[in-house]
């Protein structure tokens, strides 16, 4: 049996993430906000018109995307068909709206537009494709399925994810890792992992069997740096528009311009040499088409300002984030067109790109997701 048999094969044994309702909705998901998610992947865009779960699982994810979206055409796919009849099922009970268009698809099939359709203006892929032997396969499938100027979340399993170290140290009693065996052993393990660990995966023994039969036991595991990742990204025709991790980073080497080694580099080699430095055990990306054209630099929406006579005052309350810059008055002036829904003057950044200090301040910003990149396709 394949690893990819055996993958599907425990999905269907137990899906991810369960079936209690109840649980999932309070729960509701790990993904970023949708906020940061269209300010970096589609500044300067309206609400995405038609988005896709890719590997929904049993539909939390969904769920709570149609909450944020009445509006939108949601399309979850996944490749365990229990999955999909259970998110059907608990799609029925919660009553969330307009419906959604639940699928079985695999993510690696390159017809998988033919099957689903495409021009998705978004599309989100949690928590998949670590565990998936040829992730470059699926994104490049998922990049058939985008509309122009449409963008794609991913998130993936770190190299300092828990997982990394915990399988081997429970190998090391005797645990086969592989397959979810011996439920009430592992559990007393991990009791002792918890006891001893403060970490991402939160209290571990008291997860729900889906949970630690995908998460912790399993096929295949692909835990990897951001450097790595951002190889499979860019190989498959992507870019790095962001990560989620990468605003509070920066912010902690700005002090005294301690960022300015890592000047000019863009968002994603910056955010992979930091993860290098201290790496992350969940990465969580905005995506963008590699033949996309780049036209501007736009507000993200993800900052409030306030200004001085020489000074602008910022605060991120989704990214946690709090900075000031000095600023000339027609600089200030820019930044005030810039924040607001006319937008920014034509040709605003040449305040900001005729010395070099401007250009990096600039460059922070891109990094901060003050500022971002927009894509049109060619």
């Not at 988005?51 to 709570?64: D, I, K, P, R, S």
């Not at 499938?141 to 190299?159: F, I």
């Not at 790496?279 to 501007?296: D, I, N, Q």
Request: some cysteine; aromatic content about 8%.
């Amino acid at each position: 049996m394949s690893s990819a048999e055996r993958i599907k094969q425990v999905y269907e044994r137990f899906p991810y993430p369960g079936n209690d309702l109840e649980a999932l909705l309070r729960r509701g998901g790990s993904m970023p906000a949708l906020k940061w998610m269209q300010g970096i992947g589609r500044p300067g865009c309206g609400a995405p018109r038609r988005v896709l779960v890719a590997g929904c699982g049993t539909g939390v994810e969904a769920f709570v995307l149609r909450r944020q979206l009445p509006k939108a055409e949601i399309v979850a796919v996944d490749f365990s068909p229990r999955s999909i009849a259970v998110a059907r099922k608990l799609e029925r009970v919660a009553q969330v709206g307009r419906a959604i268009t639940f699928q079985v698809a695999d993510l690696t099939d390159a017809k998988l537009a033919k099957k689903i359709g495409g021009d998705f203006d978004l599309i989100t892929c949690h928590g998949v494709l670590s565990y998936i032997p040829e992730p470059a396969r699926a994104l490049r499938a998922l990049a058939t399925c985008l509309a122009s100027g449409g963008a794609l979340y991913l998130g993936v399993n770190g190299a300092g994810h828990p997982t990394t170290t915990l399988r081997p140290w429970l190998q090391s009693f005797g645990i086969d890792v592989s397959e979810m065996k011996e439920e009430r052993r592992l559990r007393t393990l991990l009791q002792l992992w918890d006891a001893l660990h403060d970490d991402d995966l939160g209290e571990l023994s008291t997860m729900p069997t889906s949970y630690l039969a995908g998460d912790v036991c399993g096929a295949f595991f692909n835990n990897g740096s951001l450097a790595y990742w951002r190889t499979q990204v860019r190989h498959s025709g992507w870019d790095v528009a962001g990560t989620a991790i990468l605003p509070a980073a920066l912010r902690l080497v700005m002090d005294g311009g301690r960022e300015r080694p890592l000047f000019p580099a863009e968002p994603g080699e910056v955010a992979s040499r930091l993860d290098a430095v201290r790496p992350a055990g969940f990465h969580r990306m905005m995506l963008c088409r590699r033949e996309s054209r780049e036209t501007a630099r736009i507000w993200t929406g993800l900052y409030t300002v306030k200004y001085g006579a020489r000074a602008a005052h910022f605060f991120s309350a989704t990214l946690g984030v709090r900075f000031e810059d000095k600023l000339t008055a027609p600089q200030i002036a820019a930044l005030k067109s810039l924040a607001t829904k006319n937008g920014a003057p034509e040709g605003w950044e040449k305040l900001w790109t005729r010395n070099d200090a401007g250009r990096r301040m600039l460059w922070r910003w891109t990094g901060l997701g003050v500022v971002s990149a927009q894509f049109l396709g060619r």
